[in-house]
T-cell receptor, first 112, second 115 residues
Framework: GNSVTQMEGPVTLSEEAFLTINCTYTATGYPSLFWYVQYPGEGLQLLLKATKADDKGSNKGFEATYRKETTSFHLEKGSVQVSDSAVYFC???????????FGPGTRLSVLP | NAGVTQTPKFRVLKTGQSMTLLCAQDMNHEYMYWYRQDPGMGLRLIHYSVGEGTTAKGEVPDGYNVSRLKKQNFLLGLESAAPSQTSVYFCASVGLAGPKYNEQFFGPGTRLTVL
């Protein structure tokens, strides 16, 4: 079946540090891949997405590249800020399905 | 354009009581979803709908019922609440076409506690 695996958190970084949150997936065909962010007390918001192999999604300094050969969609940011503290979810939507599959989430804390 | 709204934001129930959570979206989206979020378990799909008048079971449907009588509304019902249903519930919607196709829009969540 379809599944998403994320690195376990929590991840604690100092401001301006480099961020990587690993995400790998299992799916048939060519799923669409997403990163969602959830700030405290709020719902999830789409951060970025990629719909085909080698696509790079980017937003607010975050980037992730759809790697079909390694079935990965790692999230990166070159310099994190305190305001990036949140929970990050990797997700996929199968090419032949209607429902999204989410990873367990990775909590990021950025210290000043 | 309010996006996805959920009512209520918070609720405390006693075991055995019933309640209905309301989700409304004003983006004319076809697909709507109900998830529950529990610590360390991410989001789990309860029920979903691919259009007005249609519903289907997700990963964890037991103890819940849903209805989609109008395209813009998706109701989640708990007939006899149990402590295991203590969770944060999120509604989401997705459109079939347009530049934001495939993007899920989430509501702010309903925090439910069952005593």
């Amino acid at each position: 079946g379809n599944s998403v695996t994320q690195m376990e958190g929590p991840v604690t970084l100092s401001e301006e540090a480099f961020l990587t949150i690993n995400c790998t997936y299992t799916a048939t065909g060519y799923p669409s891949l997403f990163w969602y962010v959830q700030y405290p007390g709020e719902g999830l918001q789409l951060l970025l997405k990629a719909t085909k192999a080698d696509d790079k999604g980017s937003n607010k300094g975050f980037e992730a590249t759809y790697r079909k050969e390694t079935t990965s969609f790692h999230l990166e940011k070159g310099s994190v800020q305190v305001s990036d503290s949140a929970v990050y979810f990797c997700a996929l939507r199968p090419s032949d399905g209607q429902n999204f599959v989410f990873g367990p989430g990775t909590r990021l804390s950025v210290l000043p | 354009n309010a996006g996805v709204t959920q009512t209520p934001k918070f609720r405390v129930l006693k075991t055995g009581q019933s309640m209905t959570l309301l989700c409304a979206q004003d983006m004319n989206h076809e697909y709507m979803y109900w998830y529950r979020q529990d610590p360390g378990m991410g989001l789990r799909l309860i029920h979903y709908s691919v259009g007005e008048g249609t519903t289907a079971k997700g990963e964890v449907p037991d103890g819940y019922n849903v209805s989609r009588l109008k395209k813009q509304n998706f109701l989640l019902g708990l007939e006899s609440a149990a402590p295991s249903q203590t969770s944060v519930y999120f509604c989401a919607s997705v459109g079939l076409a347009g530049p934001k196709y495939n993007e899920q829009f989430f509501g702010p969540g309903t925090r439910l506690t069952v005593l």
